[in-house]
Every structure is written in C-alpha cells, then in structure tokens.
Nanobody
Framework: QVQLVESGGGLVQAGGSRRLTCGFS????????MAWFRQAPGKERREFLG?????????DYANSVKGRFTISRDNAKNTMYLQMNSLVPEDTAVYYC????WGSGSSSEAHYHYWGQGSRVTVSS
C-alpha cells in the first residue's frame, strides 16, 4: 500500500521561503504521477498547485503560485519536493502531496488514489 508523508511545514514570515518534502513508500514511485495540492482555511476544496506525470513530465503550475513555487522529484530517493519562495499570507494552508499509479498529472483531486496527511504552512504578515 502506497503511503505518503509530508514534512517541512511551519510558521514563516511573508517574503520568506520554505521547502516541503513528500516521502513515498510502499510502491514504485517512478510508476506514479505525483502532485501537490493545498487547502486554505475555510475552503472546501483543495487547490491544485502542480504535478508530474508518471513519465516525469511536469505540468503547468497554478497561476497563484507560478514563478514562486517549484516542484521537483527524485525517484531514487522516493521523494518529491515543493520549494516555496516569496511567500504571502494567502499561501497559508495545509499542503498535501498525492499520487496516482500511471498518473497523468491531472489537476483533479479525484484522479489521485493516495494522499498524505498534510503539512501546515502558516505565513505571517
């Protein structure tokens, strides 16, 4: 059974940076599409941020984070990263990584079979 574990969240000042890590276990990471989502306080739906297809192609980023956030993956380390720069209070959210076997990098939550527990990032002004 695939398991995902996010880490690296915490409190950061506006303008600062943070790197989140998603650890993958219980399967072959290179056979999975991987994505980052976030859920802001009071929002019902998760916001798609960016993803990789299972072949390693990176999708486009959400407009809200384009130019500030970068996703990367290291299949050898079974790890995916989310580098967040120039953070603003509106980036405050719980950040989730997700995986789908033979995934296409879809922006739809329903595409992903596996989810981490989330890592909270709070950006103070």
């Amino acid at each position: 059974q695939v398991q995902l574990v996010e880490s690296g969240g915490g409190l950061v000042q506006a303008g600062g940076s943070r790197r989140l890590t998603c650890g993958f276990s219980g399967g072959i990471m290179s056979a999975h599409g991987m994505a980052w989502f976030r859920q802001a306080p009071g929002k019902e739906r998760r916001e798609f941020l960016g993803a990789f297809t299972w072949t390693g192609d990176r999708t486009d980023y959400a407009n809200s984070v384009k130019g500030r956030f970068t996703i990367s993956r290291d299949n050898a380390k079974n790890t995916m990263y989310l580098q967040m720069n120039s953070l603003v209070p509106e980036d405050t959210a719980v950040y989730y990584c997700a995986a789908a076997q033979w995934g296409s990098g879809s922006s739809s939550e329903a595409h992903y079979h596996y989810w981490g527990q989330g890592s909270r990032v709070t950006v103070s002004s």
